[in-house]
T-cell receptor
Framework: DSGVTQTPKHLITATGQRVTLRCSPR?????VYWYQQSLDQGLQFLIQ???????AKGNILERFSAQQFPDLHSELNLSSLELGDSALYFC???????????FGPGTRLTVL | TQLLEQSPQFLSIQEGENLTVYCNSS?????LQWYRQEPGEGPVLLVT?????EVKKLKRLTFQFGDARKDSSLHITAAQPGDTGLYLC???????????FGGGTRVLVKP
C-alpha cells in the first residue's frame, strides 16, 4: 500500500458525460501528479500540482482539468467524454516538487 | 520529445532462469526509476538510479544506469513466479519532475 488513495476504483459512463476522479496523497506529500494509462499509449503524464499550484503540464486535453485543494487532495475532471478516454487514471504523490513518486491504485474509466 | 524504449515487450521464462530487460533513449535523464505493475494495480517503485554507471541491487534484482545516463537495464537472477508482472522504466529530466515512461516489459515466470 503506497498510502495514496483514489476513488472511485471503477467508473462507467456514457459519451458526452462529465466525471470527477479524486486523489488523496500520502501524508506529508505536497505534490500530486495525474497519469493516464491506455493500451496503445502506455503511461502518459497529464499534470502536476504542488501545494495547490499547477507546476507542470503534459499531454492533457483541454476537456480535462485538475485542481489541488487546501487539504492537498486533488481532483481530475474529465468532460465531454469520448470512447477514447477509456483508460486507467493514476494519481501519484511526492514529498516535494522533485521527489520520488508513489502511485495510487488507479481509477478505471470506461466510456460507453 | 523524450522517448524511452523498452525491450523486449514480452518475456516468458521458466522458474530459476535469468532475465534482462532493457530501457533505452537518445535523451539524457537526471534519474531513472523502475516500477513493477500488477494487473488492476498502480505501479510500485522498485529503485531509483541517479549517477551514470550506478549499479543497485535489490535481492535478486540488479539495476544499472548507463554511463551517459541514457539507458538502463534490469537483471533478475533465478526468477520466481512472484516476479511476474509489467516492468516499467521511467526517466526524469533535469527540467522538472515529470516522468516519461517506457512502454513496459511484460514478464511471465512459469513454475
Amino acid at each position: 500500500d503506497s498510502g495514496v488513495t483514489q476513488t472511485p476504483k471503477h467508473l462507467i459512463t456514457a459519451t458526452g458525460q462529465r466525471v470527477t476522479l479524486r486523489c488523496s496523497p500520502r501524508s506529508g506529500d505536497l505534490s500530486v501528479y495525474w497519469y493516464q494509462q491506455s493500451l496503445d499509449q502506455g503511461l502518459q503524464f497529464l499534470i502536476q500540482y504542488y501545494n495547490g499550484e499547477e507546476r507542470a503540464k503534459g499531454n492533457i486535453l483541454e476537456r480535462f482539468s485538475a485542481q489541488q485543494f487546501p487539504d492537498l487532495h486533488s481532483e481530475l475532471n474529465l468532460s465531454s467524454l469520448e470512447l477514447g478516454d477509456s483508460a486507467l487514471y493514476f494519481c501519484a504523490s511526492s514529498v516535494g516538487g522533485i521527489g520520488e513518486q508513489f502511485f495510487g491504485p488507479g481509477t478505471r474509466l470506461t466510456v460507453l | 520529445t523524450q522517448l524511452l524504449e523498452q525491450s523486449p515487450q514480452f518475456l516468458s521464462i521458466q522458474e530459476g532462469e535469468n532475465l534482462t530487460v532493457y530501457c533505452n533513449s537518445s535523451s539524457v535523464f537526471s534519474s531513472l526509476q523502475w516500477y513493477r505493475q500488477e494487473p488492476g494495480e498502480g505501479p510500485v517503485l522498485l529503485v531509483t538510479v541517479v549517477t551514470g554507471g550506478e549499479v543497485k541491487k535489490l535481492k535478486r534484482l540488479t539495476f544499472q544506469f548507463g554511463d551517459a545516463r541514457k539507458d538502463s537495464s534490469l537483471h533478475i537472477t533465478a526468477a520466481q513466479p512472484g516476479d511476474t508482472g509489467l516492468y516499467l522504466c521511467a526517466g526524469k529530466s533535469a527540467a522538472g519532475n515529470k516522468l516519461t515512461f517506457g512502454g513496459g516489459t511484460r514478464v511471465l515466470v512459469k513454475p
